[in-house]
C-alpha cells in the first residue's frame, strides 16, 4: 500500500520590478509586442489585447537595488474590454537564496487596481518540482507616468 508523500509548506517574499519605460540605468524590462486595436473605456493609451513580454528583475526588497533572488519572465495581455485586467503567464526563476536553480509557473487573471491579486502556482521545477500553491500580488508603488510599477509577492508552494 503506498502512502502519501509528506508536503513541506514553503513561503517566498520577493519583489518583481516592471520597467515599462526604461532609461539609461535602468532599461525596459516589460516590452510591448503587440499593439490592440479596441482601447478601453476612458484610457486611449490602452488597448484590449496590447501584450508585454516581462523579464522582470526580482529583489529581497522594494528598492531596485536590494539583492537580487531571480527574474519573472513570460508575458501579460490585456485581456478585458471592460477593465484593467491582465492574462500574467510568468516563471518566477530564482538564482539566490535557498531557492537558487529552482522555478514556479503562474497562470493568472490579474485586476491590476484590486489591492490584493491572486497568483495560482501551476507547477515549478528544480528544488521546487511539482510545486502547487497561490501567490498574493500587491502594487507596492506605481509610476503612473511611466507606468513603471514594484510588486510586492508573497508565494505560498507546497511540494
Known amino acids: 500500500m503506498a ?4 508536503t513541506e509548506t514553503i513561503h517566498l517574499k ?3 520590478h516592471d520597467i515599462v519605460t526604461g532609461g539609461p540605468s535602468s532599461p525596459a524590462t516589460a516590452v510591448q509586442v503587440i499593439k490592440g486595436v479596441v482601447p478601453l473605456a476612458n484610457d486611449p493609451t490602452t488597448y484590449f489585447g496590447d501584450m508585454y513580454v516581462i523579464d522582470d528583475l526580482l529583489t529581497e526588497g522594494p ?3 536590494s539583492p537580487a533572488v531571480g527574474r519573472a519572465q513570460g508575458f501579460f495581455q490585456f485581456a478585458s474590454m471592460t477593465e484593467y485586467a491582465l492574462l500574467l503567464t510568468a516563471n518566477f526563476v530564482f ?8 522555478s514556479v509557473a503562474v497562470l493568472s487573471r490579474d485586476v491590476i487596481f484590486d489591492s490584493v491579486r491572486e497568483l ?3 507547477g515549478g521545477t528544480g528544488g521546487l518540482r511539482g510545486a502547487t500553491g497561490y501567490g498574493l500580488l500587491r502594487t507596492h508603488s506605481v509610476n503612473t507616468t511611466t507606468r513603471n510599477a514594484v510588486l510586492t509577492i508573497d508565494m505560498y508552494l507546497r511540494v
Open 3 to 6: 502512502s502519501a508523500a509528506a
Open 14 to 16: 520577493f519583489y518583481m
Open 63 to 65: 528598492d531596485a537595488a
Open 95 to 102: 538564482t539566490a537564496g535557498s531557492q537558487n536553480g529552482s
Open 120 to 122: 495560482p502556482i501551476v
